[in-house]
């Protein structure tokens, strides 16, 4: 809802309508709140929200289980859409248009401006209108312009500005193929490395298995590399990858740029300052297979370097494996419905807090394993 409308009115009755998938309502005292889209993005699931939607759901947001941070209640606000009515009990039958001609009556012009606001917003098909309620003319960047550009200009503003996120799409750049090789759908992860994956898996057994690779560690004494050898290998690479998707995300993601660079504000919101000003957006949650060919590349020619190079590819398979493995278990942490009391279930809950609340620990995406030893877990909430 624009900041400059009169909110809308609703009867309880007509709140409590709306408590199904297709159309779900909650209160938070007298506002109502149309959660639908929201649904499948909670970290707690769908039906936490289905089994309390229709009424007030203020005792759930304070806890416990579980206090909702000011991020996850800033949030909350774009799926505001009007007011309860306090006098619903009394006049329930009246309807919602009655109740508005009524509003146009006793408003004159500003109602009949507003009015016209209302159709011209709903009647407009564009990404801005489809989403959240930002206000573009007072955000600290034109929503209307390619953001790429813009967000070095924050300054010291920056760091608050893109840890309150936002449910709508981001437009990086100007130039359409620049925009679009920004954007992966989930599906050609699997579809690029998977083969790759099979082949260089196949390669790496068939190969130790003609019993002729050796590891030479004297003139004189050299070790024999069995094939069964090769299952070791690959999970030393998936251990090794869960290592460096660690630093990764903790030392490249989050470093926090200066507030006089220009430029390392720009770098840091093109790798991943984007993501959490907008955490759903389904087009940009994995990486763009290029762009990861740059990584992963990298990653084969330090083990190949380093290793005798089948044992370096046995390895390097490995965390290749796991790294597919990582983008689609991101993309299910933001977009998929995990039963209650399950390990992703748990693992989506801790996602969700480091981006709304815990920016500064929770780097663990697949695992919270290497958070441990480095000092980063999200502590447990105390009540």
Not at 79 to 95: H, K, M, N, P, V
Not at 145 to 159: N, R, S
Request: hydrophobic share 35%; net charge neutral.
């Amino acid at each position: 809802m624009s900041p400059s409308t009169s909110p809308r009115f609703f009867t309880k009755r007509e709140v409590a309508g709306h408590r199904t998938k297709e159309s779900c309502w909650v209160l938070l005292g007298t506002r109502v709140y149309d959660v639908t889209a929201f649904l499948r993005m909670h970290p707690g699931g769908e039906a936490l929200i289905l089994r309390r939607s229709g009424r007030d759901v203020s005792r759930e947001m304070e806890g416990p289980p579980h206090r909702h941070s000011e991020n996850a209640r800033r949030w909350m606000e774009q799926y505001y859409i009007g007011e309860l009515d306090r006098d619903s009990g009394a006049d329930e039958a009246q309807t919602l248009r009655e109740r508005k001609k009524a509003v146009e009556q006793t408003g004159g012009e500003t109602a009949e401006r507003t009015t016209d606001v209302e159709e011209k917003e709903e009647n407009e098909d564009t990404p801005y209108n489809r989403c959240s309620s930002v206000d573009l003319d007072n955000d600290l960047v034109d929503w209307r312009k390619p953001l790429a550009w813009q967000v070095g200009h924050l300054a010291e503003k920056y760091d608050a500005w893109v840890h309150q996120p936002v449910d709508r799409p981001i437009r990086l750049f100007g130039n359409p193929f620049m925009e679009a090789s920004t954007k992966t759908s989930w599906y050609w992860v699997p579809v690029v490395w998977l083969p790759i994956v099979f082949y260089l898996s196949w390669h790496c057994y068939t190969t130790l298995a003609k019993g002729t690779t050796t590891v030479v560690l004297t003139s004189d004494f050299s070790v024999p590399v069995h094939k069964y050898v090769f299952p070791l290998l690959f999970l030393m690479g998936w251990f090794l990858w869960s290592f460096i998707e660690y630093c990764i995300h903790r030392f490249v993601f989050h470093m926090k740029p200066p507030a006089h660079n220009y430029y390392l504000i720009t770098l840091h919101f093109l790798l991943h300052g984007q993501h959490h000003k907008s955490p759903f957006d389904g087009s940009r949650l994995v990486f763009p297979p290029v762009l990861a060919s740059l990584v992963v590349g990298t990653f084969y020619a330090i083990l190949c370097s380093t290793l005798p190079e089948i044992l370096g590819t046995s390895v390097f398979v490995g965390g290749l494996c796991g790294y597919v493995v990582y983008d689609m278990i991101h993309y299910y942490l933001h977009y998929g419905s995990p039963k209650r009391g399950s390990y992703m279930y748990s693992l989506k809950a801790y996602h969700v807090k480091h981006h709304f609340e815990h920016q500064r620990a929770g780097f663990g995406i697949t695992s919270t394993f290497w958070d441990h030893p480095f000092n980063t877990v999200i502590p447990d909430e105390k009540f």
